[in-house]
Every structure is written in structure tokens, then in C-alpha cells.
């Protein structure tokens, strides 16, 4: 079945947060006395929910965070994203070039989308069209997300691609009987690929990749 519509996940895909947001978590957890390399820190959480992120960093401390941590990285992620976050490399041009309805589903909560999205201004192609896990309580690799996004935007899961940069996410995507792309660098190719994704590493191939895949 030809696509009919194509599903973003936000993070890694739409705008160039993965390294960004886990920057500032290395730099949080160090004041805790946690150590962590960033590519370390990108491995560990890259598509995890934060409540599995600060499990995995509790579990390393061996102590509980203060229940205001998740609050404090919001804030502090919130204030490097208005600073420096920028768009993926590619994506505006390649959204200008897809002619079919689009949306995105993440796993971030809605306001942190949002605020990625205004700041890349990519807001404008996606206002009224934004998913996020936390408004149904499940998170990928669980289906639900994408099978709710496509729902509410009136298309049947075998005629939607997913687009993705996470392991978490292709397997979400591959579960919800979607087609998806995996959007990715060298290394992490195999990985995606073994997860049912067809992988691709430039944003200038998306629009080709849709009309054919």
C-alpha cells in the first residue's frame, strides 16, 4: 500500500535534540556525582521515556534523585533548546517537497514539543497535528502512540510510514504495522535494519523514499 501519511517522531528526527538534551543530562547528573560520557549518555537514552532515563540513573547512583529533578532538567532543557537548538539538516526542505499530510508523535510531552518545534520554526507544518505519549499514558516500543496518531488523523496504519531515529521508535513503528524509516548515521544502521526499518542517512532522499517505499 502506497503511503498515505508519514508519522515524525520529533527528537533526532525533526530537530537536532539528541545531542543537546543529553548534553545537559551529563552535565545535571555530574553535579550528583555521576559520570557519564556523552555518546555514553545518547546509547542509554536515546527514544527512553525520562521516568526509564532517571530509573537507569538512579540505579548507577545508587540512590533516589530528588523529586524535583525531572522539573529542574525540563527547565534547563527548555533554556538550551530557546538558545541552540536548530532543525535537522535537511528536514525544511524535504518537508517542502512531501506533498502528503503529515504529524508527529514523540514521546516528549506536548509543551516540550512544541517548544522544539517553535524555535526550529517548524511549528507552522505541524500546529493541530502534535502526539505525545503522555497524553494516552504509553510509550513506545509500544504501538499505541502511532496507531492513536493515525487515528486521529483518519488513516489506517498499513497506509502510514513512520519516520524514526530510535531503536524504541522502529520497533513502536514495526508493532503498528506501519512501514518505517529509519533515519540514522553509519554506525547505528545495523541496528535500526535489524529492527524492521529501512534506513536512510540524508534528509535530501526522505521525499524519494516516500513516493517509492
Known amino acids: 500500500m502506497q503511503t498515505e501519511l508519514v508519522i515524525f517522531d520529533c527528537d533526532g528526527v525533526l530537530v537536532d535534540s539528541e545531542t543537546l538534551g543529553n548534553r545537559i543530562l551529563v552535565e545535571f547528573v555530574a553535579e550528583f556525582g555521576l559520570v557519564l560520557e556523552l555518546e555514553e549518555a545518547i546509547l542509554l537514552f536515546k527514544g527512553c521515556k525520562m521516568a526509564d532515563c532517571v530509573a537507569v540513573i538512579e540505579q548507577r547512583l545508587g540512590k533516589k534523585m530528588p523529586q524535583d529533578f525531572v522539573t529542574q532538567f525540563r527547565a534547563r532543557t527548555a533554556e538550551a533548546f530557546e538558545r541552540e537548538l536548530l532543525p535537522v539538516n535537511g528536514i525544511e526542505a524535504a518537508l517542502d517537497k512531501i506533498n502528503l499530510p503529515i504529524c508527529v508523535a514523540s514521546s516528549g510531552p506536548p509543551e516540550k514539543i512544541k517548544l522544539a518545534l517553535r524555535v526550529t520554526n ?92
Open 122 to 213: 517548524l511549528l507552522p507544518r505541524f500546529e493541530g497535528r502534535i502526539f505525545s505519549s503522555y497524553e494516552i499514558g504509553s510509550w513506545k516500543p509500544a504501538p499505541d502512540l502511532f496507531l492513536h496518531a493515525a487515528k486521529n488523523m483518519g488513516f489506517q496504519a498499513p497506509s502510514c510510514t513512520v519516520v524514526e531515529d530510535s531503536i524504541l521508535g522502529v520497533r513502536a513503528g514495526v508493532a503498528a504495522g506501519m512501514r518505517v524509516l529509519g533515519y540514522t548515521n553509519q554506525s547505528e544502521a545495523t541496528l535500526l535494519e535489524a529492527c524492521g526499518a529501512h534506513v536512510f542517512h540524508s534528509m535530501c532522499q526522505l521525499p524519494s523514499l516516500l513516493s517509492h517505499y
